[in-house]
């Protein structure tokens, strides 16, 4: 089954303005963690921001927050004040401890670009 | 310090052939896991190492296999390459292996099957 879903392969942003970048995800665990990765055109996943299931309050690093909304299962990434820097595939993903091996599940991705 | 470090950075080899990639993890980290990103996909879990044990593996053929040597560092092995076996390989290390535990990747290796 579906673990996670970007339903927006790709998004545009005005330089400065923020933006939304949505995912929904799918567990009957208790305990799972969610994660944000940016991925530039050179490859690397980059850790951006994460959010456990059982934290009280959304998390935040810098530009980016996690809105947490655990009743609708969604964790959707807001990005403040864009850079073109920004400009980039950006991945949602979850670990559970239904497997056992706690690896991630990762979506389809969604393409952000920031328009100067 | 150092990040994850993965090599080759690229590898091109032909229908048949074996190939083993390589991942040094972060220092401190004791888990390693492999993921296979496909052209406009998100990467799918291959293998995780902890402390040198398998603790899981994915959806893939036997073909697959990985190990973890006792400085923590791993190395994937594909045997009889495919077409579909293209893709960019990440390797991502974790402290632990915990549900919470951040994984961090490396820069990837490119395989290209000819």
């Known amino acids: 089954a579906q673990k996670i879903t970007q339903t927006q392969p790709g998004m545009f942003v005005q330089e400065k303005e923020a933006v939304t970048l949505d995912c929904t995800y799918d567990t009957s665990d208790p305990s799972y963690g969610l994660f944000w990765y940016k991925q530039p055109s050179s490859g690397e996943m980059i850790f951006l921001i994460y959010q456990g299931s059982y934290d009280q309050q959304n998390a935040t690093e810098g530009r980016y927050s996690l809105n947490f909304q655990k009743a609708r299962k969604s964790a959707n990434l807001v990005i403040s004040a864009s850079q073109l820097g920004d400009s980039a595939m950006y991945f949602c993903?979850?670990?559970?401890?239904?497997?056992?091996?706690?690896?991630?599940?990762f979506g389809t991705g969604t393409r952000l670009t920031v328009i100067p | 310090d150092a990040g994850v470090t993965q090599s080759p950075t690229h590898l091109i080899k032909t229908r048949g052939q074996q190939v083993t990639l390589r991942c040094s993890p972060i220092s401190g980290h004791k888990s390693v896991s492999w993921y296979q990103q496909v052209l406009g996909q998100g990467p799918q879990f291959i293998f995780q190492?902890?402390?040198?044990?398998?603790?899981g593996r994915g959806n893939f053929p036997d073909r697959f296999s990985a190990r973890q040597f006792p400085n923590y560092s791993s190395e994937l092995n594909v045997n009889a390459l495919l077409l579909g076996d293209s893709a960019l390989y990440l390797c991502?290390?974790?402290?632990?292996?915990?549900?919470?535990?951040?994984?961090?990747f490396g820069p990837g290796t490119r395989l290209t099957v000819l």
């Open positions: 991502a290390s974790s402290f632990i292996a915990g549900v919470s535990d951040t994984q961090y």
């Open positions: 190492y902890y402390e040198k044990e398998e603790r």
């Open positions: 993903a979850m670990r559970d401890d239904q497997t056992g091996a706690n690896n991630l599940f």
